[in-house]
């Protein structure tokens, strides 16, 4: 018999454990949104040991996110049926319980756009690791006062913020960072960070300048916030989609491991959901 529960420890924390070798701190879920939205379920099995997790959140939109993890397929109906029922969710799952999702959900994956279902990799970074040494220099985390030096940053395909933005909020938040590599007064490269939950932080938005790709400015950029969040005690990660080379090979090159194949799909929960 499968029993499910909420929980204040991130799930994250535990795979990530399981997936690489180090010592990662337990994350806590600060949240003032009520159950489900905001917090954390596990599946236990009947001798209580943990086989499933699920996050759930919500967008601006009010849509559920739905994260969920599993070691045991049984685990998957289960924390499904913790959801409301009939609700359209986001749901990202590993590659381990892909198949079996699919067959939960069958015909409610709604395809919402010519992209269909989307495909990353995800990849993390243990204290222990040898991490590439850029040979660049001018990286450093941006302040409202590098702002002028991005103004010129030409727009990226699947970003839907400007640099500048990015600089201009992260200045008013505590859980978000902007890093870049500046030279002569031109922002040539950058990564926007933000904290996932507790101390994991996912590194997005890793984009070089047109004018000077092929130079390992990204390559700089990304090894300074790995070893800067780090520094911190945090846990870095990053998702990057599937059909990105470029963005991968940067990742391998830096020291960064693959420990998971996520999958994103905006499906409806079963009609049997429980609350």
Request: hydrophobic share 35%.
């Amino acid at each position: 018999m499968i029993t499910c529960h909420t929980v204040r420890d991130e799930p994250e924390a535990a795979y990530f454990r399981q997936h690489i070798r180090a010592v990662w701190s337990s994350c806590q879920i600060d949240s003032p949104r009520p159950p489900p939205l905001g917090t954390a379920w596990v599946a236990r099995d009947s001798a209580n040991r943990c086989i499933g997790a699920m996050h759930v959140d919500n967008d601006e939109d009010g849509k559920l996110l739905v994260e969920m993890h599993a070691t045991e397929p049984a685990a998957l109906t289960p924390l499904l049926n913790c959801l409301p029922s009939e609700t359209e969710c986001q749901f990202e799952v590993g590659r381990n319980i892909r198949d079996l999702f699919l067959s939960v959900v069958r015909s409610a994956v709604l395809q919402t756009g010519p992209m269909g279902p989307l495909e990353f990799v995800v990849f993390a970074v243990s204290p222990d690791t040898h991490m590439w040494v850029p040979q660049a220099d001018g990286v450093r985390l941006l302040t409202v006062a590098d702002i002028c030096c991005a103004r010129h940053f030409p727009s990226i395909p699947y970003y839907s913020m400007e640099p500048t933005r990015e600089i201009e909020l992260a200045a008013d938040d505590a859980e978000s960072r902007v890093y870049g590599l500046v030279s002569d007064d031109e922002l040539r490269a950058y990564a926007t960070c933000r904290c996932a939950a507790g101390s994991i932080w996912e590194i997005c938005n890793i984009c070089t300048h047109p004018e000077h790709r092929q130079r390992g400015y990204g390559k700089a950029v990304l090894s300074y916030v790995c070893r800067d969040l780090l520094d911190m005690g945090l846990l870095p990660r990053c998702n990057i989609r599937a059909n990105n080379q470029p963005s991968i090979r940067t990742a391998l090159a830096v020291g960064m491991t693959e420990y998971d194949r996520r999958y994103t799909y905006t499906a409806i929960t079963p009609s049997s959901g429980g609350h």
